[in-house]
């Protein structure tokens, strides 16, 4: 098994940053690939980013290139995403997810991930 858990989450402006932090912890030699989705009331979870753990392979989606960055610490277990010029529109409930394959073009399917965390919301205000 494996817990996810993250944190960083809160209220900014149109136009500022906030790092999000996902911690991972149990049987995570088996991760191969995190990936960070985002759910907004009334909307399907989209994925946002996604990194091959130990490795510097990483994919967004259209909508966050540019603004935002997925990173990680993995001898700590720790993946990050860099939220920049943020819009009104970021604003969701942001989840991690593991998968124990290499995502590859399928990250953005929610069905690759075994794990997920419980999220933590990000607010844009205009």
């Known amino acids: 098994q494996v817990q996810l858990v993250e944190s960083g989450g809160g209220s900014v402006q149109a136009g500022g940053s906030l790092r999000l932090s996902c911690a991972a912890s149990g049987y995570t030699y088996s991760i191969s690939c995190m990936g960070w989705f985002r759910q907004a009331p009334g909307k399907e979870r989209e994925g946002v980013a996604a990194?091959?753990?130990?490795?510097?392979?990483?994919v967004y989606a259209d909508s966050v290139k540019g603004r935002f960055t997925i990173s990680q610490d993995w001898p700590k277990n720790t993946v990050y995403l860099q939220m920049n010029s943020l819009k009104p529109e970021d604003t969701a409930m942001y989840y991690c997810?593991?998968?124990?394959?290499?995502?590859?073009?399928?990250?953005?399917?929610?069905?690759?991930?075994?794990?997920w965390g419980q999220g933590t919301q990000v607010t844009v205000s205009s």
């Open positions: 990194i091959a753990t130990g490795g510097s392979s990483t």
């Open positions: 997810a593991a998968a124990t394959g290499w995502c590859g073009r399928t990250w953005p399917d929610k069905s690759v991930y075994s794990y």
